[in-house]
């Protein structure tokens, strides 16, 4: 649809909505039928995948590689093994804190991102009301004023002295 070439009743009347209004109960059945309004999330990696990342680092790569040199030399020699695991232990220790580490700094910057979500002002029910941005719907009629990010791909059907700054989407200073 290219919407910023028709009138805008025509815009509306194609989306079943109008300039008043979107209902609550329409708006839940939008954002059931059409998905919240923000980009999908990588898929996070498992607790193995972590662990094995942790194991994969390079110094840990060498402090295994003493284990071996020290493993072998104790077989040559006919010494106990005590060191090979000694290391072993502080590998394995090492990866698993790191693990546990990241787990709870992945959880610290959820939480950030739960407690700093966008907002935004749109109508329902003939009311503004305010809700986050990823439940904006299409059809909604979103409220923008000075100072506010523009949440979605909108269609803007009323201004007064608009003015929009790019320098983010351009690289300008």
Do not use: C, W
């Amino acid at each position: 649809m290219q919407a910023h070439l028709q009138p805008v009743d025509e815009v509306f009347g194609q989306l079943n909505s109008n300039p008043q209004r979107l209902s609550s109960q329409e708006a839940q059945a939008r954002l059931l039928a059409n998905g919240k309004n923000k980009l999908s999330e990588t898929p996070k990696a498992t607790l193995l995948q972590r662990f094995l990342k942790e194991l994969a680092d390079p110094m840990l790569l060498i402090l295994v590689g003493a284990a071996v040199v020290s493993g072998i030399t104790s077989a040559i020699s006919n010494e106990p093994m005590t060191d090979v695991f000694i290391i072993l232990i502080v590998v394995l220790l090492n990866a698993v804190l790191g693990v546990y580490q990241e787990s709870k700094a992945e959880k610290a910057i959820e939480a950030l991102q739960e407690m700093s979500a966008a907002t935004s002002h749109v109508v329902r029910d003939g009311h503004t009301v305010q809700i986050h941005s990823e439940d904006i719907v299409v059809g909604d009629v979103v409220l923008l004023e000075a100072g506010v990010a523009v949440p979605a791909d909108i269609l803007i059907t009323e201004s007064a002295s608009l003015h929009s700054e790019e320098a983010a989407l351009t690289g300008e200073s």
